[in-house]
């Protein structure tokens, strides 16, 4: 066998993640609780600090097997962690480093722990202009995302476009987005770079169209609310005035010309 083919594997403390991606060139922070998660931050700190991390694909299973973790993730190193008191919870941040794939997963001892291979970008015969493209595409379509997100800071974006590289453009838009974990895997799990631009941004235009969608549902119910409002204020306004005038309301005011009518000495049908 040729050695220059060789597949170099290393084994590192792993992390199931619930519900959670975790992209190269990105800090996160999230909390831990499980005890076995929290031993493989202990034995990652103690090794040095990088831990492989993955998602697992269903977050109510407490204690997945290696079927129920996604192979592809993320080695980061542990940058910094904190024991809650009086908790078993250990609030930690991490800095993505590279993706990898895991061979094996292992579910025995105290911590999980995975058989690991670097996951590089695969070389592409794409044009420099057809990249950039591509990029400013994904820049523009998160400024439109994040304009229908008041509740993300316009950092957001100053952020990425402080930093063109491509890889880092992907990875922080990703992370940030509000993408479900099947659709994040995918860009995680695709090595050509273009590709992976060309999908952030079918998906972010997929979340541009949802978003539009909600708002347009959500003003419309408060046009509504504001309807309903402004007439019953206008009506209580009404009936001060008529109580400060000394008027009848509209109700008492029919109920009297109908007692009056009742009372004329007319047949039924001049009544009516």
Same mark, same amino acid.
Do not use: M, W
């Given at each position: 066998m040729d050695e220059t083919n060789k597949i170099e594997y290393f084994e590192l403390p792993m992390l199931p993640l619930r519900g959670l991606n975790v992209f190269p060139g990105v800090l996160l922070t999230f909390d831990v609780e499980r005890p076995a998660s929290v031993a493989?931050?202990? /034995?990652?700190?103690?090794? %040095?600090?990088?831990?492989? $991390?993955?998602?697992? =694909? &269903? +977050?109510?299973? &407490? /204690?997945? %097997?290696? &079927?129920?973790?996604?192979?592809?993730?993320? +080695?980061?190193? #542990?940058?910094?962690q904190l024991r809650q008191p009086r908790a078993n919870v250990c609030r930690v941040m991490v800095e993505g480093l590279y993706r990898a794939a895991a061979a094996q997963i292992s579910t025995e %001892?105290?911590?999980?722990?995975? =058989? $690991?291979?670097? $996951?590089? &970008? =695969?070389?592409?015969? #794409?044009?420099?202009?057809?990249?950039? /493209? $591509? +990029?400013?595409?994904?820049?523009n379509l998160f400024r439109d995302y994040l304009q229908l997100n008041p509740d993300m800071m316009n950092e957001q974006l100053l952020n990425v476009i402080a930093n063109p590289d491509l890889g880092f453009v992907i990875s922080y838009i990703a992370q940030n987005a509000h993408f479900s974990v099947e659709n994040k895997q995918k860009l995680l799990e695709e090595q050509y770079p273009s590709r992976r631009l060309a999908l952030l941004g079918k998906l972010l235009t997929?979340?541009?169209e949802i978003l539009t969608i909600e708002k347009e549902l959500n003003d419309a119910t408060q046009e509504q609310v504001n309807r309903g409002q402004r007439e019953y204020f206008l009506r209580e306004e009404l009936k001060l005035i008529q109580s400060e005038l000394g008027g009848e309301s509209e109700s008492e005011e029919a109920d009297t010309y109908r007692a009056k009518i009742e009372a004329l000495p007319v047949d039924a049908e001049i009544r009516e």
């Open positions: 493989a931050l202990s /034995a990652a700190v103690k090794r %040095g600090g990088e831990i492989f $991390l993955a998602a697992q =694909k &269903d +977050v109510a299973v &407490d /204690a997945p %097997g290696e &079927d129920e973790i996604y192979h592809v993730g993320t +080695v980061c190193r #542990v940058r910094q %001892g105290k911590y999980y722990t995975a =058989k $690991l291979v670097e $996951l590089p &970008d =695969k070389p592409e015969r #794409v044009r420099a202009e057809r990249k950039e /493209a $591509l +990029v400013r595409n994904c820049l997929r979340e541009i």
